[in-house]
C-alpha cells in the first residue's frame, strides 16, 4: 500500500467519526491559537513599550535620584538627592549638553468654575518642549522669564484642556490649582502617557512656581527639589561623554567620595531593560500556553488506543490479506499527523482571529508572528508523530490470528 493510499483511507477513517476527530484536535486547536495569540501580544507589548520610550526625546539622559541599588529595592522613602541648582550647573558647565529639564510630580486638585479633576502637576523649566519633543497647540510655553518671576502661568495637557473647556479656547482664561489662580499661556499637542506620567492629562508650569505655590521647598535644604532631570545631548555620539561628564559634576557638587547618590539611564538602557523584561514575558506566556498542546498530544494518543482496540477485526482482517507491520504502523500514523496538523491549522486560524481583536480594541499592536506560527504547526506535527508512534506500533504488532479471533 503506498503513501496516498494510506492517506486516503486515513481521512475516511477519521471523517467517519467526524465528532470524536474534532474533540481529539480541540487541544491541539487550543494550543496553537494560545500560543500565536501569546506571542503576538508578547510582540505587541514590547512593540508598545517601545514606542513609549521613543517618545521620551533623542538623546536623552535621565538624572534620577538616588543609588540605583536603593531604586530597585522600592524603598517607600524616595530619595531627595537632585534639586534646581544642579540642572542649572549642568547646563552651564558641562558642554556636551543641548539642554535640561528638571521635573518635579506631584497631585493636586484643578478647579475650572463648576468642573474640577485631580490631575498631575509639573513643574519644569522653558527647555521641556526641546529636551522631551514635546511641541505647543496653542498659546506658548513659559520661558526664563516666567522662570525668574515666579510667574502664576501654566500650560494644559491636551486631554485636560477638552475635559475643563470642551471645544472653548483655554488659552487666557483663569483656574484654580491647589486653591492658587493662575492664567493658561498654552496647551500641549497631544502625545500620550510617558514614563507612567499622562502629560495630555496633567498641569505643567515654572518649577519655581510650583515650589513657592504648591509644594513649597520645605523637602531639600539644598534648594527647590525635582523628581528627576532630563537631559538632552548635543547628538547620539555626544551621550556617553555627557554621562561621563554629569558624573563627574555632581560628585564634585555633593561632595560624594563612595558611592553616588543619584545614577542616570539613557533611552538605550531602558529599551534593553524593556526589551529583556517584555522578551522573558512572552517567552514565559508561550512556554504556558504549550502546555495545551502537550494536552492535546495526550489526547491524540489516548484517542488512537482506542481506535486500536475497536478497531482490532480490521487490522487483523488487513494483516490475513497481506498488509504488512509497515503499513498498518503507516496508517494510524497518518490518522495521528492529519488529526494534529488539521488541529494545528485551525488553530493557526483562530489565534491569528484572536490577534487581529486585540489590536482593534487594545494600544498593543499585535503582530502575526510567522515564526510562532510554522513553530506551533510544526510542534503540531511532532506532538502527533510522537505520540501517535505507540497506538501505530501496537496496531503494527497484532498477530492477526489473534485479532481475527479477539474480535
Known amino acids: 500500500m503506498n503513501l496516498s493510499e494510506s492517506t486516503s483511507m486515513a ?4 471523517t ?14 487550543i494550543g496553537n491559537a494560545s500560543v500565536i495569540a501569546m506571542v503576538g501580544i508578547g510582540q505587541g507589548a514590547q512593540r508598545y513599550v517601545n514606542d513609549q520610550l521613543q517618545t521620551l526625546g533623542p538623546n536623552v539622559l535621565f538624572i534620577i535620584p538616588g543609588s540605583r541599588e536603593t531604586r530597585e529595592l522600592g524603598g517607600l522613602d524616595v530619595p531627595r538627592t537632585l534639586v534646581l541648582s544642579d540642572a542649572e550647573a549642568i547646563a552651564d558647565q558641562v558642554p556636551s549638553v543641548l539642554a535640561v529639564a528638571p521635573e518635579y510630580n506631584t497631585q493636586s486638585l484643578v478647579v475650572y468654575q463648576n468642573r474640577s479633576a485631580s490631575v498631575s502637576v509639573v513643574g519644569t523649566g522653558p527647555d521641556f518642549l526641546q529636551v522631551r519633543s514635546f511641541e505647543v497647540a496653542t498659546g506658548r510655553f513659559f520661558n526664563d522669564l516666567d522662570m525668574d518671576r515666579r ?19 483655554a488659552v487666557g482664561k483663569t483656574i484654580r490649582v ?26 505643567l508650569m515654572p518649577l519655581t512656581t510650583q515650589a513657592s505655590r504648591i509644594v513649597g521647598q520645605r523637602n531639600s535644604p539644598y534648594g527647590i527639589e525635582v523628581s528627576y532631570i532630563a537631559v538632552s545631548a548635543l547628538n547620539r555620539d555626544a551621550m556617553p561623554a555627557a554621562e561621563f ?21 539613557s533611552q ?120 501517535g508512534v505507540f497506538p501505530a506500533r ?3 504488532k497484532l498477530d492477526p490470528i489473534v485479532a481475527l479471533r479477539t474480535a
Open 245 to 265: 561628564q554629569i558624573t563627574n559634576l555632581l560628585r564634585l557638587r555633593h561632595n560624594i567620595t563612595s558611592e553616588d547618590d543619584f545614577f542616570i539611564n
Open 268 to 387: 538605550d538602557t531602558l529599551l534593553e531593560i524593556a526589551g529583556t523584561i517584555t522578551g522573558a514575558l512572552t517567552l514565559m506566556l508561550a512556554a504556558i500556553a504549550s502546555i495545551s498542546l502537550l494536552v492535546g498530544g495526550i489526547g491524540i494518543m489516548n484517542i488512537m488506543l482506542v481506535s486500536v482496540r475497536e478497531r482490532t477485526q480490521e487490522i487483523g482482517l488487513r494483516k490475513a490479506i497481506g498488509a504488512s507491520q509497515r503499513d498498518v504502523l503507516e496508517q494510524f500514523l497518518i490518522e495521528a499527523m492529519i488529526l494534529a496538523i488539521a488541529g494545528g491549522i485551525i488553530g493557526t486560524g483562530l489565534g491569528i482571529s484572536g490577534i487581529v481583536l486585540i489590536s482593534a480594541f487594545t494600544p498593543f499592536e499585535a503582530g502575526v508572528s510567522v515564526g510562532a506560527i510554522v513553530m506551533a504547526v510544526g510542534v503540531s506535527g511532532g506532538i502527533g508523530l510522537f505520540f
Open 394 to 396: 501496537q496496531a503494527a
Open 178 to 203: 491647589k486653591g492658587t489662580s493662575f492664567e493658561i499661556i498654552g496647551v500641549l499637542a497631544e502625545k500620550g502617557s510617558n514614563l507612567g506620567l499622562n502629560y495630555d492629562d496633567a498641569v
Open 16 to 29: 467517519a467519526n467526524r465528532l470524536r476527530s474534532t474533540l481529539t484536535m480541540l487541544g491541539i486547536i
Open 151 to 169: 510667574s502664576q502661568v501654566i500650560v494644559l495637557g491636551a486631554t485636560l484642556a477638552e475635559r475643563l473647556f470642551d471645544q472653548n479656547m
Open 11 to 14: 481521512v475516511k477513517t477519521l
